[in-house]
């Protein structure tokens, strides 16, 4: 099966030669064998002599692994192929997303997998400096292949404290500023001089429960907790004007995000039922756990926290202790399940489709909230590999169903996000989707000051997950794809995705004339070794900065060699 | 030759005037210093503010409006952070008065201060108190027994002294774990060299004097010496020392509180209330300002106090 899989592959990159190039190559691959007992390593070349171009191939060997990249192969230099295991309605959409920008080849290699503070890209912007603990300086890229910034120079720089960002915009030494406090934004608003622009970002902020540990493995103690929390209460209390309550996990400005019921009305009477019959009317101890982070979806998570704790004891006489943990560790220990008792975390969308919120939080491989579940993992496989939303729409309604029923989690609001900016800057703007296209700001000087919250972990976000590292990275690095500021999904360094029928395979045409900053011109070899870098885990180039490389793990369902 | 005690102050008084002074009742030395302290205006400051806040303290639930964990969403029409309302300064009587205003989990802001001071008192007086008396036996024992003994305890000293003291509480509070009790125990782990310190130059200067070798030359026992000789004659300025270390006390416990180390939500702690809010200081300055004034008041008493006890009880500063 797996060769005739290869065999159909080849002769399908075999045709597109033939019909790029007018005459036959004469190919030679070289594939190369681990030792027996050893998983195929998975790099083959194919030469075309008609253009001296050695195409690069990443090949997972077949799709038992059990993600979603069968092969990806440099068909010549400007065309690159996905050949996937199963069809992906959403793969223009995820390939967008800034995870996976392209970076030249030689220079992957010549990092070794890792250019965390060195990256070169083709974007608007090069990198010229990050001074650590300061700012990261980008300067304008003159030969960028789309809008060229009208500034010289970006200055991105950060403060954790949401006070010190609007301090630097009101005094004009920030053009803009990332996460103004919920209780600025009246200030802002009321100040001319300033413009608060809302970004539609969907999110969702939601109460963990991690369904191993006890007493949180009762399902009845989990739907108490569903209906004893005044989520209401929570979003009217502490959330800026434009939030909801959540009656579904998902945004429902996404196709498909809130088939079925809608989650459970607060109701102490039925909780305090629920909590009887597990045998826990007189309540109980847990933990209450949060990161210190300013996010969208949750804008003060020390007083939402508090609140929480209070409606705990007061409706459920649940005693919570509050214990803020670091965010990296946080981040960590919640994704790997570990957390015994009520964790507060939240989502803000990648790409714009359901998957990014559904498959990410409840898929089969996900252990955030314990041992997946059955009928929650499998229709949303199922759903996943159907490019019709309408099909898809029943399995969509099943999950949705038995997470009510399940209750890994409690969803509590879709927050309504800003970015505040100096008034008059032509083409300020806050996408729902991606990051800020500076080099679409002009503010008439030559250099942009912005301010986000936090510094950045590296500049390598193939293996970042904090949006203020995709931020900057954003700026330098490119994807195939990319999301417009309206948050459409528009062709990036690819002139054109094009699929085949079943959505298994598609190939992808790169923009002509495109270069990097170092002056190489992008061809598909980079596209393949990037994602290679990212994907396959016997690679020397699988280094990153973390190590985790989380979205290329959750977006194609499973790294390549990673047993 | 014996004379009437008439008779000799009228000798005594022809060669150096009034001295009917020599023949009064002696006064002891706690209460000359208590009327010396009384003549300072600047500690009887001190020990104004400080008795204030202990009666704050104490009476906290007959003071306080309301529980001070207690959200009032549903219960007032209150918003969150809702200023200072105060009906005698104009504030509509239709509003619920509020002297300090709303916190950002519409909590009455008075209320959580003046149970705040609960806290903070608490923990400067048992910080002080298990520095001192843990301190102060190190120090004694350290002086009176010299040698390699004096050595090792004062060198562990020597290594505490070298941090910073937040920086090493920060460090303890890492390894016990964030929360009052262990706060409480990191300030005074931190704080007890100077008391250790002070006891053992007391004990080496006093060890000395002739009534200790004429106790030892009785044959009292070590520990008799060390609790009824040394200790007692050792104590003035380690009681200086402590009144002016509950004021850093309660500082430093409101500096572990604001990093989050010390007292844990939702219990209402003077520098977590600071740290909680401090993003509001354009935007509602009352939510860092009542905490801070309350923080700033009681480290000034109890440097008032302290600095007014030094002055009484220091013999050199005698008129």
Redesign the interface.
Known sequence: MKSTMRLLVFLAALALLVAACGDTPAEETTTTTAAPGEETTTTTEATDPGTSFEGAVLDSGGCDYGGKLNTLTALDANTVEFVLCKPDPAFLAEIAFGVFGIQPAEHLEATGGAPLDNPIGTGPYALDSWNRGDSVVLSTNSDYWGPVATHDTLVIKWAT???SR??ELQAGTADGITFP?V??LP?IEADSNLELIAKPEPNIFYMGLTVTHPPFDDERVRQAVAQGIDRQ?IVD??YPPGSETADFFTPCTLTNACGGEPWYDFDVDAAKALLEDAGLGDGFDTVIRYR?VDRGYLP?P??V???I??QLKANLNIDA????VESSQFIDESNQGLYDGIHLLGWTGDYPHVTNFLDGHFGKTITQFGAPFDDIAGPLETAASIADPDEAAPFYEQANNAIRQHVPMVPVSHSGAFVAAQAGIDGAHAPPWGHIQFNLWDNGKDTLVFFQNAEPGSLYCADETDGESLRVCGQIVEALYRYTIEGDVEPGLASECAPNDDLTVWTCSLREGVTFHDGSALDANDVVMSYTAGLDASSPLHTGSTGSWVYYDYIFGGLINAG | MTVSRKKAIELLEDEAGDVTRLFEKPVGQWKLALRRFRGRRSGMTGLFIVVGLILVALFAPLIAPYEP?E?L??VEDVG??DPPCIHVLGCPDETPQHIMGID???RDVFSRIVYGSRVSLTLGFFTVTLALVVGSTIGAISGYAGGWIDNILMRIMDVILGFPSLLLAIAIVAVLG?GLRNALLAIAIVTLPGYARVMRAQVLAIKENDYVTASRALGSSTREILLKRIIPNALTPLVVLATLGVATAILEAAGLSFL?LGA???DAEWGSMLA?E???????PHLVFFPGIAIMLTVLGFNLMGDGMRDALDPTLNR
Do not use: H, K, W
């Open positions: 404290e949401s006070a609007l301090l406090g209780a600025d200030v209460r209390t502490f210190q003060t020390a007083d926290a508090a609140d704790q209070a202790t509050i214990e803020e | 964990n959200i969403i549903g969150r952070r950002g989990n519409v964030p989050g844990q939500p939702p909680r401090r993003n509001q200081v354009f935007t509602s």
